[in-house]
């Protein structure tokens, strides 16, 4: 027969344990439980636990339930979340996943869509992975990266060719020209030593020359309207050329080149009095036979000129001349 003390611990640990599957039923049943069940279907779920809230425009209105892998075994995670809201929550709804705050924590957040039909129990909403701050930074950092790492190779690369010329007796010539170089420096500290002189003891003529330049300018600007004057008297000409009606002068000219150019080619050509007597020899020779007879014709007429002039005080007639 068994004792008080077993009896009653029987009854405590039979107690205990009708308590605790009692409590573990009631959890998984929906006799207390309030709102509607809705599922959303998502590629990964990373930051998603159970008992999350849900919210509608940061406010909670229900919390996640349960996350499985959706049974078509196809890798997909099945997400069920419990609503206690009557705010109207419409089919065309997106269930998001999106970052509660800059640590990383997640949460869903319903975005309510259009539409005047409303979810019920056990429906499935539509889902979206928003993109993540992290994910964000990636994806603008990563083509920088790229570039980067391409750079270095490039430095790397340029490093290595400068190291292989040094190594192979560039050394001598860049030193060379580094000497060449620091040489030119010299000379123009030398120079500019010799300019800074230079300019000590001419100070003087230099202050006159300073003196006639001001002495010039003041000039210039007394005579401001004279000048003027002539400015606009130039400006007054190039007008008057600018109007002038240069275009029909120049094509007179033209026709008058043109008319000169027929004309030189008809004298080549023997056309005309003027081309004949530059083509044929025959008129040139005869004008040229008739001036040697007018020549003669002069000179015996002022050698005899008896011959052709007689004067006789019985006015007797004069006696033909006979032609030599």
């Known amino acids: 027969m068994l004792s008080r003390e077993l009896k009653a611990g029987l009854v405590v640990l039979i107690a205990g344990l009708v308590l605790y599957f009692g409590i573990s039923y009631l959890k998984n049943s929906n006799l207390f439980k309030e709102g ?47 609503i206690n809201t009557d705010y109207p929550i419409t089919v065309t709804t997106l269930a998001q996943i999106k970052s509660s705050d800059l640590l990383g924590a997640k949460e869903i957040a319903l975005e309510i869509g259009s539409g005047s039909v409303l979810v019920e129990d056990g429906d ?35 490093i290595q060719i400068l190291t292989g010329f040094l190594k192979g007796g560039v050394e001598n010539d860049f030193r060379s020209s580094f000497s060449n170089v620091n040489q030119s420096l010299i000379h123009l500290n030398e120079i500019t030593t010799e300019l800074s002189t230079y300019m000590v003891e001419n100070r003087e003529s230099l202050g006159r020359a300073t003196q006639n330049f001001e002495r010039l300018s003041k000039s210039l600007a007394d005579n ?15 007008d008057s050329l600018g109007k002038a009606n240069v275009g029909q002068t120049m094509l ?18 023997g056309e005309g009095t003027l081309g004949k007597l530059s083509a044929q020899d025959s008129l040139y020779n005869q004008i040229d036979k008739t001036v040697q007879s007018l020549d003669r014709l002069l000179l015996d007429l002022r050698y005899h000129p008896e011959r052709y002039v007689r004067l006789s005080v019985f006015g007797r007639r004069p006696s033909r001349v006979e032609e030599e």
């Open 36 to 82: 509607i069940t809705l599922y959303s279907v998502y590629d990964k779920v990373e930051g998603i636990m159970g008992s999350q809230p849900v919210t509608i425009n940061g406010l909670a209105v229900g919390r996640i339930e349960n996350i499985y892998f959706h049974p078509d075994q196809s890798g997909r995670v099945v997400v069920a979340m419990t």
């Open 124 to 158: 499935t909403l539509r889902s979206a992975i928003e993109e993540s701050l992290g994910d964000a930074i990636n994806k603008e950092v990563l083509p920088v990266k790229i570039k980067t790492e391409k750079l270095i190779a490039s430095l790397d690369t340029a």
């Open 224 to 238: 401001r309207d004279e000048l003027e004057r002539v400015f606009e008297n130039v400006a007054n000409i190039s």
């Open 252 to 269: 007179a000219l033209e026709r008058t080149s043109k008319n000169l150019d027929i004309v030189t080619g008809r004298m080549a050509n």
